[in-house]
């Protein structure tokens, strides 16, 4: 991360991002005060795996997503559908899919022909009973049967071949068509692999006796978590749908046309939904950022790994990524940077600072500060209409570097930046000890909750109701029930 930082660029992709506010850990089930366990149906076990873990591309997959999460009752649980739908497949020889929980919150899923099928734990936290995990799953193996991979890999070739031959035809202009016209054909492939991945896994769950419409539901819940993603981060609604080059197609299509497959089933209501069960199986599992690679709570990012934290100016949102902590305040136009680079041994931080990673430095205002016993060095840049703030600051081996970004560098912006990096400091041996995530609780709705109630009882730091209501699959309208099991996020 010693490339330079360009600050423009930054800031619009800042204020651009659909970021997925969350963080980790484990839970119990509770009924007014009591646990309580929701019974998980018998079924049959799931047979024993060929050891395909074992191989170079599932560890190199399982490193991509943040390592193996260890939920032996969610695995358990998602094995025994796997079963069912081994079962009901259009292809009974196919192997005997397993699944691997991945430790990230990005909503994600996929399958390898070798028999392992991956889901992240934060698919697990939107999807609501056992339906939607089983429509997931049946959609991911379908690429598989479908040979899905081995087709669109030669499409890309023929697509290479194509394109390569265009770029000899004399008209420039006859070449960009050829081009175009191929792109678009492989973009309208791949869109159509979906549906027709979607399709597979809604006549699959079916036969394995699961509710057909699980399907467009969580296709629904999927794009509901992008808008109030959007909403929280001040990302344009028309920016959120898919262009004509996509290699997906948009959600409302997916939903009307998976619903639209369900209906040729059967009227909503048939199969099962197995909501208590699919609850009692993800009790506890850890929910949003792996707290060991840094966690957020309310204004604060602490990372016990390298034992820092820092709290950013109020009415600031912050979002963890393995590329850098981001914040926004939208209200005021203003952003935030942080990320760390290995200290380049420079003669001094002034030095550093002045070596070109940063645009539009204003050499004149670098600074030197002490920051709670850390050397440090505060400058200014400007770059377009935005000024930013500039902090670096040394601890142990890395150099930490913090930018805000403001259209107006007010005295008083001015001053809450510098009031931010002033809370940088290192935690304790302890403190990176006691670190704890999040977590998925499931908790049973007593007479008199309501939404309100029960979403105020969640951590997430910005807009509980809504997060209450997307984690339950519950509309604006809709209330809860009595006696009913629902998620809230706890630590």
Not at 63 to 73: L, R, S, V
Not at 183 to 206: H, M, N
Not at 393 to 415: E, P, V
Not at 436 to 465: F, Q, Y
Request: aromatic share 8%.
């Amino acid at each position: 991360m010693t490339a330079p930082v360009r600050l423009k660029s930054w800031v619009r992709a800042v204020f651009v991002a659909a970021c997925a506010l969350a963080v980790s850990a484990c839970a119990e089930l509770e009924r007014q005060g009591q646990v309580f366990t929701a019974p998980i149906p018998p079924t049959k076990p799931a047979p024993p795996r060929m050891d395909n873990r074992s191989s170079v591309q599932h560890k190199e997959l399982v490193a991509q997503f943040g390592g193996e999460y260890q939920a032996p009752a969610a695995e358990r649980y998602l094995n025994e559908i796997l079963v069912k739908l081994a079962g009901a497949s259009d292809t009974p020889g196919q192997p005997a899919y397993r699944v691997t929980i991945l430790n990230t919150p990005v909503v994600n899923a996929f399958a390898l022909p070798s028999g392992n099928l991956y889901v992240t734990r934060g698919l697990l936290a939107l999807a609501t009973d056992a339906s939607e995990a089983a429509a997931v799953m049946a959609h991911e193996i379908a690429h598989v049967t479908l040979r899905h991979s081995a087709l669109r890999a030669e499409r890309e070739r023929e697509a290479a071949l194509i394109s390569q031959a265009a770029t000899v035809i004399q008209n420039k202009q006859k070449g960009e068509e050829v081009r175009s016209s191929q792109r678009l054909s492989v973009a309208s492939f791949s869109r159509q692999q979906e549906l027709d991945a979607d399709a597979t896994g809604v006549r699959v769950i079916a036969r394995a006796g699961y509710d057909p419409y699980g399907a467009s539901r969580f296709l629904t819940a999927l794009g509901r978590s992008t808008e109030l993603r959007a909403a929280l981060y001040g990302k344009k609604k028309s920016s959120l749908d898919y262009d004509i080059m996509s290699t997906h197609p948009s959600t409302p299509d997916r939903v009307a046309k998976a619903i639209a497959a369900a209906r040729q089933i059967g009227a909503p209501g048939v199969g099962t939904r197995d909501r208590n069960g699919y609850l009692a199986a993800i009790n506890g599992v850890a929910f949003g950022d792996d707290p060991m690679e840094g966690y957020v709570r309310d204004r604060k990012f602490t990372h016990p790994r390298l034992r820092f934290t820092f709290t950013a100016p109020e009415g600031v949102l912050l979002e963890n990524s393995n590329e850098a902590v981001f914040g926004v305040r939208q209200a005021d136009n203003e952003a935030l940077r942080l990320d760390s680079v290995r200290d380049p041994h420079f003669e001094s931080l002034e030095t550093y600072v002045g070596s070109g990673w940063v645009d539009g430095l204003m050499q004149s205002s670098v600074k030197k500060i002490d920051v709670n016993g850390l050397p440090a060095v505060t400058a200014i840049a400007r770059a377009g209409e935005w000024n930013f703030r500039l902090a670096v600051i040394q601890s142990g081996d890395f150099l930490y570097r913090l930018i805000f970004a403001a259209k107006a560098l007010t005295d008083g912006a001015d001053k809450s930046f510098m009031e931010s990096i002033m809370t940088f400091r290192r935690v304790t041996p302890e403190e990176a000890h006691e670190a704890h995530g999040l977590k998925i609780s499931v908790v049973a709705a007593a007479p008199g909750d309501s939404v309100e109630t029960l979403s105020s009882r969640m951590v997430t730091p910005n807009r509980p109701v809504e997060y209450f209501r997307l984690l339950n699959g519950l509309e604006d309208a809709d209330p809860v029930t009595p006696g009913e099991h629902y998620k809230i996020v706890t630590e």
